[in-house]
């Protein structure tokens, strides 16, 4: 399975829900990064460390795959 199929795959529940939080993780890290007023250094190297957390969780999250409707050949039983 490619990476393309893998995307595209049906993708469980329990992860559908942890890519939410990192779509929203990530999103928080990036407003705080862009706020446009002086923000202190720790809180925008914490920011910083929220977003990539966030982006990693939900790239894992979107690539793992339901194998009971995925319908690939290599995990059906003959």
């Given amino acids: 399975m490619n990476l393309v199929e893998r995307v595209k795959a049906p993708t469980?529940?329990?992860f559908k829900v942890l890519r939410n939080i990192g779509l929203?993780?990530?999103t928080i890290?990036?407003?705080?990064l862009t706020a446009p007023i002086a923000v202190p250094a720790g809180l925008v190297t914490?920011?910083?460390y929220v977003a990539l957390a966030g982006g990693v969780l939900t790239a894992v999250s979107q690539a793992t795959v339901d194998s009971e409707n995925?319908?690939?050949s290599e995990n059906e039983n003959p």
């Fill in 46 to 48: 914490i920011a910083g």
């Fill in 24 to 26: 929203t993780l990530a």
């Fill in 29 to 32: 890290g990036g407003v705080i």
């Fill in 70 to 72: 995925a319908g690939d």
């Fill in 12 to 14: 469980p529940k329990f």
